[in-house]
């Protein structure tokens, strides 16, 4: 059975915290990605995420994809696809960078 479409901020750092092997997915722009990130995060604009399916597979063979965005909606309609191209092992990050820095890591920069 698949794990849940959306995953909270809090969970994602419990999990990172306990040693489980995630990989933290940005979808945004690299523009956005340089004014914030998540220490760890591989950056994946959306656009370019079919031409990166192979390497995604493979990530998501050895841990879960945590894929995030600004608020969570891009992130969100990534996970989707994913999982219609067959891949189970991806969560979106609920409310995005957006809401990993209010909640778990206010050094992230808000934008």
Known sequence: MAAPLEVDPQEVKKRLASGEKIHLIDVREPHEFAQAKIEG???????????????LDARA???TLIVYCHH???S???VNWL????????QSMAGGIDA???RV???????
């Not at 604009?45 to 079919?50: A, E, F, I, L, T």
């Open 83 to 90: 999982r219609e191209q067959g891949i189970d092992a991806c």
């Open 41 to 55: 995060a591989t950056l994946v604009p959306m656009r370019s995420v079919p031409g990166e399916l192979q390497d």
């Open 100 to 102: 990993w820095s209010l």
């Open 76 to 78: 969100l309609n990534v």
């Open 61 to 63: 063979d050895e841990g």
């Open 105 to 111: 890591d206010p050094s992230v920069p808000r934008y």
């Open 72 to 74: 969570g909606v891009r």
